[in-house]
């Protein structure tokens, strides 16, 4: 038996984090070892509890090396150390060894489940080694990768709580499982050639195809230039070349998504360089365990049209299975993008699969295999903008990660905020962490908001959060207010945009008041209004709107939000310019008439629809495809002409706007920017220019409405957000404008500017509302919530 080492010290400590599933218990065990030390480490209500005894410095030492080496995808937040001084005696300088004990009962401590993690470079290494136990297996995974997040039932995580309990482990895997010097100790998804899952491929024949033979199958298709679904970790992905232009254009008719850009899976990140350039920055995200697909701006490349139309980016993405790797070797590029029809909810399960592929006969054919998904999470997508990193959309390896409250923030109740409505996501918060859901769609759709109702139980129930309180949006109709208001809990109206604001709050834990610039397409006012344009004063206690674009008179159907035209007839109208050549006059005289009229009309303070409207006057987009698409191709028309005329943004002049008080109100007014885009455009002047100028002006006018804040605030910090923030050459350049200007900017970098990031918001204000604040309030000074 080896040698009992000298004790004189002896430690306890409780870590806090993501520190279940990612191989953190053995990797303490490992450091153990490597010190000298006894004792035990066990996984304890969702934090990690050690005990240890050894010399001094070896303690030291171990302590050192649990943050600095903590294994991938382990997110340290605390390290407590216990005072016990009465259990000394009883303390492990009597034990010998160090041992895993088993996880302690699942109790009231905040627990929290790992998300899913990226395969890891030495799993890969074995996937090619011939004679190894894992050689080419699809389901090769170890400590510190695999699906996690996607495969658990419930808490702590341990093998018998995923859907890998179906799979019992054969004699090696076992043994593996049991060694502590093995990076596949404890590791829950273990399995090899001769257990585990297994592949199975099927396609219009009557025979399913297994094991390699399936991955022979698909990639087959895939080189033929055909359709195939293939099963990822959270849910099935439809998959086909990016070269070809009818594969592509079928595959847009198959999801009923006319010209969204798709996202494309590189084999490697020299190949995502061969189409694209990327920053170092973007090569981090690209190649992180978390695999977001990121937007990089394209650089030649051989690529369908059909792929991403205008768009100067291109979403790309490396792979984060076996299987992926597996066939994207063979295949090269191939889009992948989530199979489901447009605003459908992603398909996780081989049923629904099915009844998918009998449906379209464009579908060739499905890699599929029997380990169950039990939750749905579509990729997430991150864009590099003004420095950092900015969520499109937070789902995979982001989800189920929490926020921290602040520290001094005041305990509050449990609460569940709904979120909005398009993008929707809800956030639940408990303790001092605050849990954003993904993304889970439009819940305009029936079948979307039933994924809502159901991942709001599932997640109450996994992070053992039981709502004492609800927060939602001030729109009556919205799905998620009135799932809200049928809960039958005290519920707080949030006004939209102040949530906005709260999301930057929240991720870094701002107290203190802050000028807060909401930009986004659309909001609920509360004053019977559309809000959009918003300039306010916003504590995690209240707002107070101090200013605002000059509202305008908008028609109020239903599709003129993607009718960019039907925006710039109406702000023409009121700019008093009857004709613009770029304007079709026939439907303008029936819009003035309604107009004039008043007939179903809305007035609007809405920033994001003057995108839309420019980008219409100036022909570049009139009507969107997709949400957003007006503003977009308007910021790539923007983009464009400053790189080809090498004219950066600062050297652009601004084009005229107006800005005034009227009762304490700063109004910023851009009908004189748009009377002149009318007359510089008749006048022969470049769109492109304009389009830049646009930009310009719009910068100008956020950095003079600050000033002006500032003169009678005497703040000087500035949060933006809202989902025109999303507009990259607009964030590069008003955050080093406003910084220039003394002010401290604050943009989101956790969760999306857009209505993604509006339940965190909705959390944060919940937290400090306290518990006897109920019923609507959307304003410090004013509470006048309209809740109907
Ligand atoms: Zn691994
Ligand atoms: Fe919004």
Not at 108 to 120: E, F, K, S, T, Y
Not at 319 to 329: A, F, K, M, S, W
Not at 469 to 477: E, F, T, Y
Request: charge should be negative; charged fraction near 20%; proline fraction near 6%.
């Amino acid at each position: 038996m080896a040698q009992v080492p000298p004790v004189n010290q002896q430690l306890q400590l409780k870590i806090s984090g993501v520190v279940q599933g990612v191989g953190f218990r053995p990797f303490v065990a490992r450091l153990a070892r490597r010190y000298h030390l006894n004792g035990l480490v066990r996984n304890d209500n969702g934090q990690v509890f050690i005990e240890a005894a050894g010399l001094e410095t070896d303690l030291a030492s171990f302590r050192e090396s649990l943050v600095k080496e903590a294994p991938a995808g382990a997110s340290i937040s605390r390290i407590e150390r216990l005072p016990r001084p009465d259990r000394i005696g009883r303390m492990p300088g009597n034990r010998s060894g160090f041992t895993i004990a088993e996880s302690a009962a699942a109790g009231q401590g905040p627990v929290l489940p790992p998300p899913d993690v990226a395969v890891c470079d030495d799993c890969l290494y074995e996937l090619d080694q011939p004679g190894n136990p894992r050689y080419r297996n699809p389901f090769i995974s170890c400590t510190s990768c695999g699906p996690r997040f996607s495969i658990m039932a419930d808490l702590p995580y341990d093998r018998e709580n995923t859907t890998m309990a179906d799979f019992p482990m054969c004699s090696l895997c076992a043994a593996q499982y049991g060694e502590i010097a093995d990076r596949r100790f404890h590791a829950q998804t273990v399995c090899c050639n001769d257990c585990g899952p297994v592949l199975s491929y099927f396609d219009r024949g009557p025979n399913r195809a297994a094991g390699q033979a399936a991955v022979d199958a698909v990639i087959a298709v895939l080189q033929d230039g055909r359709i195939a679904a293939i099963k990822g970790i959270g849910g099935y992905h439809l998959a086909c070349s990016p070269f070809l232009d009818e594969t592509v254009l079928r595959l847009r008719a198959m999801k009923g998504r006319e010209n969204k850009p798709f996202a494309v899976m590189f084999p490697s990140l020299e190949t995502i360089k061969q189409y694209s350039q990327v920053s170092q920055a973007e090569a981090v995200l690209l190649q992180s365990p978390e695999r977001p697909i990121v937007l990089v701006e394209r650089a030649g490349g051989a690529f369908s049209g059909a792929v991403c139309g205008s768009s100067r980016f291109i979403g790309a993405f490396l792979p984060y299975t076996p299987i992926q790797h597996l066939i994207l070797r063979q295949t090269g590029p191939l889009i992948m993008t989530s199979a489901n029809q447009s605003d459908l909810p992603m398909i996780h399960e081989e049923d629904s699969m099915l009844a998918f592929f009998r449906q379209q006969k464009d579908l060739s054919g499905v890699l599929t295999h029997n380990r169950r998904i039990l939750r749905r999470l579509d990729d997430s997508v991150i864009a590099v903008a003004a420095g950092g990193p900015q969520f499109i959309r937070r789902a995979r390896g982001y989800v189920p990660l929490p926020l921290t409250m602040p520290a001094g923030a005041p305990p509050g109740p449990a609460i569940l905020a709904c979120g909005a409505q398009q993008k929707s996501t809800f956030c639940l918060a408990g303790g001092d962490l605050l849990y954003p859901s993904g993304e889970i769609g439009d819940l305009g759709s029936r079948e979307t908001a039933a994924v809502y109702r159901d991942t709001i139980q599932d997640m109450e129930h996994i992070l053992g959060v039981t709502p004492e309180k609800i927060v939602c949006d001030l729109h009556p109709r919205y799905e998620s207010t009135r799932y809200a208001m049928a809960a039958g809990l005290p519920v707080l109206k949030v006004q939209h945009h102040f949530a906005h604001i709260a999301s930057v709050m929240a991720e870094t834990g701002l107290t203190e008041p802050v000028i807060g610039v909401a930009f986004d397409g659309t909001g609920y006012g509360g004053d019977g209004t559309v809000w959009g344009g918003e300039f306010l004063i916003a504590s995690p206690d209240g707002f107070k709107r101090v200013g605002h674009l000059k509202p305008y008179r908008l028609l109020g159907a239903d599709d003129a939000v993607r009718q960019g035209w039907k925006t710039a007839a109406c702000l023409l109208h009121d700019a008093g310019i009857l004709s613009h050549s770029d304007m079709d006059p026939a439907p303008e005289q029936l819009i003035y008439a309604a107009l004039d009229a008043q007939v179903n009309t809305i007035v609007s303070s809405s920033m994001g629809r003057i995108f839309d409207a420019v980008s219409s006057m100036l022909n570049i987009c009139r009507t969107a495809g997709y949400e957003g698409q007006c503003a977009v191709e308007l910021e790539h028309a923007a983009a464009q002409y400053a790189a080809a005329a090498a004219m950066p943004m600062d050297q652009a002049d601004p084009l005229a706007f107006g800005l005034h008080m009227e009762s304490g109100m700063i109004l910023a007014d851009l009908i004189p920017c748009l009377r002149q885009i009318s007359a510089d455009r008749e006048a022969g002047q470049d769109p492109g220019l304009l389009a830049l100028r646009f930009h310009k002006t719009v910068c100008r006018m956020i950095l003079d409405v600050c000033r002006m804040i500032r003169t009678t605030s005497h703040l000087n910090h500035v949060a933006l957000s809202g989902g025109v923030f999303q507009n990259r050459i607009l964030l590069d350049h008003v955050v080093p404008a406003l910084e220039n200007a003394g002010f401290t900017v604050y943009t989101n970098r956790r969760v999306s500017p857009g209505d993604g990031g509006i339940a965190l918001g909705q959390a944060y204000i919940g937290r400090f509302a306290g518990a006897e604040k109920q019923g609507g309030f959307n304003d410090v000074h004013s509470s006048t919530g309209t809740a109907d």
